[in-house]
């Protein structure tokens, strides 16, 4: 079969490699569709993977066509990436995010950018009627923005500030407006980015280089602060105002991975002590038997609660792999969701 193998920091090679064998208890799927993810950034052109060569890719979904149970055959499905011990006390209490030794398709094992992938038949989230491929290759974000929106907290008539107009951000804007947040401030950067999420019906989206954030987070609660501000971009300045813009008694949901150090002043600290503020951290989503995300957003897909199409800005198919990673990597042009898609 084709693949997208990485074989080193900046060595990315569209090539042959043999098909996987499936295993007991696992699936055979054909992919139909896998993003790339902001993190498959580093981790191709600066950080690597945990060894080489490894197929990336951890956001896809495909079909069903080889299964120790034959009814699985022909079933679309999406795949939880991370693989859990099963033996540590987070794997216990079904809280697999916090595993500490889990395996992870895409970065510590083979990933999805090929035509086929043999998987673990407990991690298949399988796809309700009505719920397209590239749809459900966008569950694991989707999944991962719904685990960071439950922390925040924020919900009917309340307001929430998301800093970070990125795909996961705005899939976290989705959530909010679904569970009737009134007032959903989207914080980007660019201007692009502002227009985007204003097509997407966020009104409330404001480039901080140029508007005044906190003049519009104090005029639309009457200068009580926002119920819930969740930040999306790992940097230590966006992490700061959304301590600052959260109401007393609020809740900051730390999302974004970091760049870099972490740092804050010791009058934004005060205001943690000072307003009482209760900091969250979120990573990656619940995929158990009480608790799962999974379930929850591809129920969402279906009822149209949420629509992922319009965050897909991009296709590619594996061959033009160059171009799809080059135009993330030199952020040539604005984009949301960078997907490959299959015949």
């Not at 693949?3 to 090539?15: I, K, P, S, T, W």
């Not at 999306?232 to 150090?261: D, F, H, Q, Y």
Request: net charge negative; with cysteine.
């Amino acid at each position: 079969m084709m693949a997208l193998n990485l074989h080193g920091v900046g060595d990315l090679r569209y090539e042959e490699v043999s098909c996987p064998e499936r295993k007991p208890g696992e699936v055979l799927l054909k992919i139909k569709a896998v993003g790339i993810c902001g993190s498959d950034i580093p981790r191709v052109f600066t950080k690597g993977t945990y060894h080489f060569p490894t197929i990336i890719g951890h956001e896809f979904a495909g079909e069903i066509v080889e299964a120790d149970d034959s009814a699985l055959v022909g079933s679309g499905a999406s795949v939880f990436p991370l693989l859990p011990c099963g033996h540590c006390e987070a794997c216990k209490q079904e809280q697999y995010a916090r595993c500490s030794d889990y395996d992870y398709y895409g970065s510590r094992r083979d990933g999805a950018m090929a035509e086929y992938l043999a998987v673990k038949q407990e991690n298949l989230c399988l796809l309700p009627e009505g719920v397209s491929y590239e749809e459900a290759a966008m569950s694991e974000p989707t999944a991962v923005a719904l685990h960071a929106f439950r922390k925040s907290g924020a919900g009917q008539g309340g307001t929430v500030l998301i800093y970070g107009v990125g795909t996961i951000g705005l899939i976290t804007a989705q959530w909010a407006r679904s569970a009737g947040v009134k007032n959903i401030i989207l914080a980007a950067r660019t201007d692009d980015k502002v227009d985007f999420a204003k097509k997407l019906g966020f009104s409330l989206a404001v480039n901080v280089k140029r508007d005044a954030l906190s003049k519009l987070v104090g005029e639309i609660t009457d200068g009580q602060g926002a119920d819930a501000c969740i930040e999306g971009t790992g940097e230590s300045e966006p992490w700061a105002e959304c301590i600052s813009l959260a109401k007393a008694g609020g809740r900051v949901v730390c999302m974004g991975n970091p760049l870099g150090g972490m740092s804050l002043s010791q009058d934004n600290y005060w205001k943690i002590l000072r307003k009482e503020l209760t900091l969250a951290g979120t990573w990656n989503s619940s995929f158990g038997s009480m608790e799962n995300d999974w379930r929850e957003a591809v129920a969402a897909m279906q009822d149209r609660r949420l629509d992922l199409k319009s965050l897909i800005t991009h296709r590619f198919s594996l061959a033009e792999h160059q171009d799809a990673f080059s135009l993330m990597h030199e952020r040539r042009e604005m984009y949301c969701k960078v997907m490959f898609v299959m015949d």
